[in-house]
Every structure is written in structure tokens, then in C-alpha cells.
């Protein structure tokens, strides 16, 4: 339907992975765990919309295991008239399993696969802006140094990944959020978490709407990039709600009631944390808000959380979907 806008969330695991449906148009945002390629195969084989681009925001294999298990096995579901941007084409070497996750091994470089295929690969940048139809893409991350530092220190990064293909057990236990403590702000040197932190991230608008796709990127890199109280219909918290990158600083700069969390709770991992969902209530009660919705695509983490203390008069949505009509 013209001037409709649809955002799915598909089970990606430990991962993302997005679809946007801008009225005949389709956007694919990370391919999520190896397993999420049946969920994109499926969508695909059924849509009546035009996939009319693919971002891969950066080469973390819970980003990019579904589209490369699509490409490697699939590749002929997806035209290669479709763009795929991405943050530095040349840096992803990777190896499908039968893990869930995908390998930093030895094995063929996605920009192989897809070169072999036909496939145009686009680098994007800070202060890029795609217009792909009707709808525009405002890219505020990586900078060109970001991309140029996680270069120099690929090899370094490849030797430091856990490569055992696991994601972790997934937690059952409760997230409990007391709104009574004061939480630290936690964040990680750039340096440190290059990966992350040379994410792509972007303003998606169609019509009169707008989401902001946080990725994984830093918080800091992004406030830099926003102008104060700016609108958006939805938020994908970047890191899978890590306490590391979302502060109050960045959520300062949001104008939004709407947050978005995927993830489906591994223990290890810590996500989500309860101090992002804090943080996130704090800066809506701030800007003169009654009320939230934090969206998750795991019912299990959704009915985790345990809510302490919430503020008077505040109202605080836990919700679970797969997919959200943004009217």
C-alpha cells in the first residue's frame, strides 16, 4: 500500500536483523545469526515488495550470518541489481557451519560471494544521504577515520573473537529495573571495540516518519551527529540494549516513545541491561512524556523484565512484536 510504513523485527538471536517496508519498496537491515536466513528466505519468497537495497552495518557474525548462509546457498532469491552498502566491503572474511554463528575462519570473503554473483557493493559514510525512491537515508556513522581505523586493526580484531560458535545460554532469570537507583553511565573506548564502534547507523525517512538504526555504534559518536529533540517514530537501541552504549546524553538528543531491543537474552552477554531501560524512561519523563513502549522480538526477555519503583504517573509498555505499522 502507497505511503505505508512497516517495520519487522525478525528472531535474530544474539543478533539484528530488519526489514522496513516503505509503501512498494523493502529495505534489508543485517541478516542477524545463521539461523535467520530461513526467516529472510521465507519473507523474500512471499513478498509482493521491491528489496530495493541491503545494509550491512558492520562484519559482527551476529549481523551477518543469515545474509551470508542466503548468499552462499540462496543467492539466486535475491537479484543482484539490489545495492548492498555497507561500512568497508573489504574486511569480511568469513566461514558458514553448521553453527548457529558464522567463523572469522579461513573461507571465502562475502564481497567474494557477492562480486561472483553480480552484486554491486557500496561503501557509506558519515554525512552520506541515499534516496532510493521515496525514501531517504541520512547516514551519521561510521566517519571515513572510523572505517580507516578498523582497517589497520582488522587482524588484531580477527585474533581477539571468541570463534567457538556459541551465542551462550539464554538467561531465564529476571531483569529487574529499579527506578529508585542512579546508574552509572558504562562506555567503551573506541579503540577497544572498533567493530562496533565503525557501525553503520542511520535516519530512515518515508513521508513524514522517521526511525533511527543505532546498530552497534557508540553513544557519543552519534549525540555528535544529532541536533537536540529530534523526532523519530521509533529507536533501535544500539548493542542489543548493552549498558555501554546507550546514555542519557545521547537519549537527550531523542525525541522519541518508542524503542526497539533485539535480542533474545543470553546470559553471558547481559542483555538487556537494566540501566539502558532506566535510562531510556529517565529521558522520556524528561522531555514531558507519560508513557513508553520498549519493543522487543523475544517474548521471553519481554516477560523477564521486573519493573521496581517505576515513577509516579509514568506508564511503561513491555511489549512483543515482530512486526510494527507506523502510521
Known amino acids: 500500500m502507497e505511503g505505508s510504513l512497516k517495520f519487522i523485527l525478525l528472531e535474530a538471536k544474539t543478533g539484528d536483523s530488519f526489514i522496513v517496508e516503505c509503501g512498494c519498496s523493502a529495505f534489508i537491515i543485517d ?16 513478498t509482493d515488495k521491491e528489496l530495493r537495497g541491503i545494509f550491512i552495518t558492520h562484519v559482527d557474525r551476529d549481523h551477518i550470518g543469515g545474509l551470508v548462509k542466503l548468499f552462499t546457498n540462496q543467492n539466486q532469491i535475491i537479484g543482484n541489481k539490489v545495492p548492498i552498502y555497507m561500512n568497508h566491503p573489504d574486511l569480511i572474511n568469513v566461514k558458514t557451519s553448521d553453527q548457529d554463528m558464522v ?19 557500496l561503501t557509506v559514510n558519515t554525512d552520506d544521504i541515499l534516496e532510493i525512491q521515496d525514501v531517504k537515508f541520512e547516514i551519521l556513522n561510521p566517519t571515513k577515520e572510523l572505517a580507516a581505523s578498523l582497517s589497520s586493526n582488522w587482524k ?5 573473537k571468541n570463534l567457538d560458535g556459541s551465542d551462550g545460554l539464554v538467561s531465564t532469570e529476571s531483569i529487574v529495573v529499579d527506578f529508585s537507583l542512579k546508574h552509572e553511565e558504562y562506555k567503551k573506548n ?3 571495540d572498533i567493530v562496533n564502534a565503525s557501525s553503520i547507523c542511520f535516519i530512515l525517512s518515508y513521508m513524514d516518519r522517521k526511525i533511527l538504526f543505532l546498530s552497534d555504534s557508540h553513544p557519543d559518536s552519534i549525540s555528535k551527529k544529532l541536533k537536540e529533540n529530534t523526532k523519530f517514530d521509533y529507536v533501535k537501541i544500539s548493542h542489543h540494549g548493552s549498558k555501554f552504549n546507550t546514555t542519557l546524553d545521547l537519549l537527550d538528543k531523542i525525541d522519541c516513545t518508542k524503542f526497539v531491543i533485539s535480542t533474545n537474552g543470553p546470559r553471558n552477554y547481559g542483555h538487556p541491561a537494566p540501566s539502558t531501560i532506566s535510562k531510556i524512561v529517565e529521558s522520556c519523563i524528561k522531555k514531558g512524556h507519560n508513557s513508553c513502549d520498549i519493543i522487543f522480538n523475544y517474548k521471553k526477555v519481554a516477560d523477564r523484565i521486573e519493573l521496581q519503583n517505576v515513577p509516579e504517573g509514568f506508564a511503561i509498555n513491555l511489549i512483543h512484536s515482530h512486526s510494527l505499522e507506523i502510521q
Open 103 to 121: 567463523s572469522y575462519d579461513d573461507g571465502e570473503q562475502l564481497s567474494d560471494i557477492l562480486n561472483a554473483n553480480g552484486f554491486k557493493i
Open 156 to 160: 588484531e580484531t580477527q585474533s581477539n
Open 31 to 46: 541478516g542477524g545469526t545463521n539461523s535467520t536466513s530461513k526467516h529472510l528466505k521465507k519473507y523474500l519468497q512471499h
Open 190 to 192: 573506541l579503540e577497544d
